[in-house]
């Protein structure tokens, strides 16, 4: 069974950082696209970052220039450097991964995380 487990979540004051890290078993972290979601409250989830199988990225517009995502084929892990963090960031932060059916990569983000929950305070 696939599992993404999540870690690094916390509370920090405005302008400092966290990292988040993703942990994948059952599945190896370069094969399709993986990336970070957030839904605060009373909101809707949002894209954070995305890298594709090949290393592509994107960032949304709120987060670039201070959010990095990247991905450790040794640890099979994916992670999230969070800089210069501000309250608007406040959210539950997910890591979620499209599955490999058939030899080709779906757009349908099969596998999700628990989540965990990063709080910046003022």
């Known amino acids: 069974q696939v599992q993404l487990v999540e870690s690094g979540g916390g509370s920090v004051q405005a302008g400092g950082s966290l990292k988040l890290s993703c942990v994948a078993s059952?599945?190896?972290?370069?094969?399709?696209?993986m990336g970070w979601f957030r839904q605060a409250p009373g909101k809707e989830r949002e894209v954070v970052s995305t890298?594709?199988?090949?290393?592509?990225?994107y960032y949304a517009g709120s987060v670039k220039g201070r959010f990095t995502i990247t991905q450790d084929n040794a640890k099979n892990s994916l992670y999230l450097q969070m800089n210069s963090l501000k309250t608007e960031d406040t959210a539950v932060y997910y890591c979620?991964?499209?599955?490999?059916?058939?030899?080709?990569?779906?757009?349908?983000?099969?596998?999700w995380g628990q989540g965990t929950q990063v709080t910046v305070s003022s």
């Open positions: 890298i594709s199988g090949d290393g592509a990225t």
């Open positions: 059952g599945y190896i972290v370069n094969t399709c696209r």
């Open positions: 979620a991964a499209d599955a490999a059916i058939g030899g080709y990569c779906v757009n349908e983000l099969n596998y």
